[in-house]
């Protein structure tokens, strides 16, 4: 761990480059406001740590703390706009503002952000026009706020830079351990978290990611299916009474990696897609039998979204030949029956009750 000046160490950098998971979509860091808070710069600001990975020497992997260095990076870009063309001195520094902290050489900028974060960043940087939809991200509207204040509050950029001196942050480097794993840990609980992306890039790592790429194209219709099909496939693999949306990416790596102790990669996944193609059966009632379609229909009619972990587990056991379709469609209308009841007594009836009885229909026949 090295304790560092957060502009000092971006000065000194080529290269920043971040994960596949990491994006620009959570709260940034509005560094004007901290200047309020000493405005005689007499102290140090410490702004916690930020996990890094070393590439070359001046090239490094932002495993954590993207937010700081990005908003850092927009303080820098507004200064800049707020007083080009404003005398020599200042164009002056402008450029040396630029070279040293935003781009690396020529065009080419020193931060690598992913997909539509870069592509924003990029027009950001560069004085391109933006959609209305861009401008709604928390980038701009994090740079928005820095015009506001520099041009309003008529704040000093040799005043903002002492103010930027004084804040540090503790490098920690992340030789040993995985940098999708020590991600996951420390932003697990922060909501806006990625739990999809961390699965892309665990699959991309083990050589899966083709196969999930066309589960995800070929049976997730609306952008929240895959989801709701992990949600309730791991809520009977692990016997989770609730499932919290944090656990998606920790429950996707357990069940991989402890299938993958009796069968192969490819199968694990195999054995997912068909799940998956059974899931969007039921989401979108796609049967040939006329009585299990009726019997789909009335259940989603009567709101039974919470009872298709269950009934997923079941199909599963139909779809392999291990129950006829006379018992599956009874355990499909009793469910309903269930519902029925629940929608006119207005009371939340505990369903595992009912989930002993149909596993008892199972069993006797």
Same mark, same amino acid.
């Given at each position: 761990?090295?304790?560092?000046?957060?502009?000092?160490?971006?000065?000194?950098?080529?290269?920043?480059?971040?994960? =596949?998971?990491?994006?620009?979509?959570?709260?940034?860091?509005? !560094?004007?406001?901290?200047? &309020?808070?000493?405005?005689?710069?007499?102290?140090?600001?410490?702004?916690?740590?930020?996990?890094?990975?070393?590439?070359?020497?001046?090239?490094? &992997?932002?495993?954590?703390?993207?937010?700081?260095?990005?908003?850092?990076?927009?303080?820098?870009?507004?200064?800049?706009?707020?007083?080009?063309?404003?005398?020599?001195?200042? =164009? %002056? @520094?402008?450029?040396?503002?630029?070279?040293?902290?935003?781009?690396?050489?020529?065009? +080419?900028?020193?931060?690598? #952000? /992913?997909?539509?974060?870069?592509? #924003?960043?990029?027009?950001?940087?560069?004085?391109?026009?933006?959609?209305?939809?861009?401008?709604?991200?928390?980038?701009?509207?994090? #740079?928005?706020?820095?015009?506001?204040?520099?041009?309003?509050? %008529?704040?000093? @950029?040799?005043?903002? !830079?002492?103010?930027?001196?004084?804040?540090?942050?503790?490098?920690?480097?992340?030789?040993?351990?995985?940098?999708?794993?020590?991600?996951?840990?420390?932003?697990?609980?922060?909501?806006?978290?990625?739990?999809?992306?961390?699965?892309?890039?665990?699959?991309?790592?083990?050589?899966?990611?083709?196969?999930?790429?066309?589960?995800?194209?070929?049976?997730?219709?609306?952008?929240?299916?895959?989801?709701?099909?992990?949600?309730? !496939?791991?809520?009977?693999?692990?016997?989770?009474?609730?499932?919290?949306?944090?656990?998606?990416?920790?429950?996707?790596?357990?069940?991989?990696?402890?299938?993958?102790?009796?069968?192969?990669?490819? &199968?694990?996944?195999?054995?997912?897609?068909?799940?998956?193609?059974?899931?969007?059966?039921?989401?979108?009632?796609?049967?040939?039998?006329?009585?299990?379609?009726?019997?789909?229909?009335?259940?989603?009619?009567?709101?039974? @979204?919470?009872?298709?972990?269950?009934?997923?587990?079941?199909?599963?056991?139909?779809?392999?030949?291990?129950?006829?379709?006379?018992?599956?469609?009874?355990?499909?209308?009793?469910?309903?029956?269930?519902?029925?009841?629940? /929608?006119?007594?207005? +009371?939340?009836?505990? !369903?595992?009750?009912?989930?002993?009885?149909?596993?008892?229909?199972?069993?006797? +026949?």
């Amino acid at each position: 761990m090295e304790v560092v000046n957060l502009l000092s160490f971006l000065n000194s950098v080529s290269d920043l480059y971040t994960l =596949d998971i990491a994006r620009c979509d959570r709260e940034l860091v509005n !560094f004007l406001d901290l200047m &309020t808070e000493d405005e005689q710069f007499t102290r140090s600001i410490d702004l916690g740590m930020i996990y890094i990975h070393q590439k070359t020497l001046e090239q490094y &992997t932002i495993v954590d703390g993207l937010s700081r260095i990005v908003s850092l990076l927009l303080l820098l870009h507004a200064i800049c706009e707020c007083y080009k063309k404003t005398s020599p001195r200042n =164009d %002056k @520094a402008i450029k040396t503002i630029r070279t040293k902290y935003i781009f690396r050489s020529g065009s +080419k900028l020193k931060l690598h #952000l /992913q997909e539509e974060d870069a592509d #924003l960043f990029t027009k950001i940087v560069n004085g391109e026009k933006l959609s209305g939809h861009e401008k709604s991200k928390p980038m701009f509207l994090l #740079l928005h706020k820095f015009w506001l204040q520099i041009k309003e509050e %008529k704040l000093q @950029a040799a005043n903002i !830079f002492k103010m930027l001196q004084k804040i540090d942050v503790t490098l920690v480097e992340t030789d040993e351990v995985s940098q999708r794993d020590l991600y996951y840990k420390l932003n697990k609980n922060n909501r806006t978290i990625n739990q999809i992306s961390l699965i892309d890039n665990y699959l991309k790592e083990v050589g899966m990611l083709q196969i999930w790429e066309s589960l995800k194209h070929t049976y997730c219709v609306e952008k929240n299916d895959i989801e709701l099909f992990l949600k309730d !496939f791991f809520i009977t693999k692990f016997n989770y009474k609730k499932f919290k949306e944090d656990r998606l990416y920790n429950s996707f790596v357990n069940y991989f990696e402890t299938m993958m102790q009796y069968m192969s990669e490819d &199968t694990v996944m195999e054995n997912i897609k068909r799940s998956a193609m059974l899931y969007h059966n039921m989401l979108y009632v796609n049967f040939n039998n006329e009585e299990i379609k009726q019997a789909f229909i009335n259940i989603k009619r009567h709101n039974g @979204a919470d009872t298709y972990a269950y009934i997923l587990n079941v199909y599963e056991d139909f779809y392999a030949g291990n129950i006829s379709e006379s018992i599956f469609l009874e355990i499909l209308n009793t469910i309903d029956e269930y519902l029925i009841n629940r /929608q006119n007594s207005g +009371k939340n009836i505990d !369903f595992n009750e009912l989930v002993q009885y149909l596993n008892a229909i199972i069993s006797f +026949k």
